[in-house]
């Protein structure tokens, strides 16, 4: 009789086994760390500094993890997207563009200024009293060293190219004697030092440099002088992994859409968080925040295609713009 019995609570064994097995997989399921890139102007320590309550205040509203991921140029956040070792971001609208394209993201948040402003504008900066000026510097002839943004960056290589550059033909690479590749406040303080004669910046970096108030940003702030300013530009893009789970992007959207919203006494505290990383309350947004930057692209790649008479380019280049511009449209700016 006990013979019977043996397949029997074998069967039983084999299903609580599997019983148990499947409880802590479904709970493995579930995230519970949210990874958040943020490009490294500052040693990470200061960054931290800035970064911290938000991040924090991000945990207690999510309920996860959140670990930040500085990265040393928007192409490091952007290939951290891509190999899913970064979930969620603040991006330019270059490198945000990019992440769109390669890897996997998706807008859904725009930054906006603490002072109510929106949108910034790209510069280029020179020291006071040094003499240079802008004609100077579009003499070219490898006269000067000049400072240009990250490879991705909106204010600091796309803007100039596609509204300074490019319409008069100029290379940076081939009209300056060298051209260095920085972060925005790199520049700000390698002009402002004498490092460089002529550098691209933008607005907001400049605005953040003022509000940090330290004796040498006080310093650099005051010998700076701007010699252009480009159109504006739209606030930043947050972004993240499309494929993240659902129930995750809306606990991000909950704390991101309240955030510093409102007149009680927690949201003005969140609000003076918001500032000290140089934004105001979030808003809404999708990949159609990204047609302008899109249209800039574009308005580069044909002034381009116009200088070197390549037919075949500039019709490419004509369609991807009109194409654009019907988007635009269509997804009127908020």
Same mark, same amino acid.
């Given at each position: ?45 200061? /960054? ?6 938000? *991040?924090?205040? =991000? ?21 951290? =997207?891509?190999?899913?070792?970064? +979930?969620? @971001? ?9 992440? %769109? ?5 998706? %807008?859904?948040? !725009? ?25 100077? *510097? *579009?003499?070219?002839?490898? !006269?000067?060293?000049? @400072? ?15 509204? *300074?550059?490019?319409? !008069? @033909?100029?290379?940076? /690479? ?20 004498? %490092?460089?004669?002529?550098?691209? +910046?933008?607005?907001?970096? =400049? ?17 700076? /002088? ?7 530009? $739209?606030?930043?893009? =947050? ?38 990383? /140089? ?52 997804? $009127?700016?908020?």
């Amino acid at each position: 009789m006990i013979k019977r019995h043996i397949p029997l609570f074998a069967a039983l064994g084999a299903l609580l086994a599997l019983g148990a097995c499947d409880k802590p997989a479904s709970k493995a399921e579930a995230p519970r760390t949210l990874t958040f890139s943020i490009v490294s102007t500052e040693a990470s320590q200061t /960054q931290m500094l800035e970064w911290g309550p938000f *991040l924090k205040d =991000m945990e207690k509203a999510t309920g996860m993890t959140v670990k930040p991921f500085f990265g040393s140029n928007y192409s490091a956040l952007i290939e951290a =997207m891509r190999f899913k070792q970064a +979930d969620v @971001g603040w991006f330019t609208n270059q490198s945000g563009l990019e992440a %769109v394209r390669r890897a996997g993201g998706e %807008v859904f948040a !725009r930054t906006t200024h603490p002072n109510g402003k929106d949108g910034y504008q790209g510069v280029i900066v020179v020291k006071k009293g040094s003499g240079v000026t802008l004609d100077k *510097l *579009l003499a070219c002839g490898k !006269r000067y060293d000049f @400072g240009m943004g990250d490879a991705k960056s909106t204010s600091g290589t796309l803007a100039p190219n596609a509204f *300074l550059f490019g319409p !008069r @033909g100029i290379d940076p /690479q081939t009209c300056f004697k060298t051209v260095r590749s920085a972060s925005a406040e790199a520049n700000l303080y390698a002009v402002g030092s004498g %490092v460089l004669p002529a550098a691209t +910046d933008n607005t907001r970096s =400049m605005d953040r440099l003022a509000v940090i108030g330290t004796p040498m940003a006080r310093k650099t702030m005051d010998s700076l /002088q701007v010699i252009w300013t480009s159109p504006t530009i $739209p606030e930043d893009p =947050m972004i993240w992994r499309a494929d993240l789970d659902p129930a995750v992007k809306a606990r991000i959207s909950r704390f991101i859409f309240s955030y510093g919203v409102g007149d009680t006494d927690e949201a003005k505290r969140q609000r003076a968080i918001l500032e000290r990383i /140089q934004t105001g309350p979030f808003k809404h947004a999708d990949n159609t925040h990204l047609l302008p930057v899109r249209e800039m692209e574009a308005t580069g790649q044909l002034v381009a295609a116009k200088a070197k008479k390549d037919a075949a380019g500039v019709a490419k280049a004509q369609a991807s713009l009109d194409q654009i511009r019907t988007e635009e449209a269509a997804h $009127p700016q908020s």
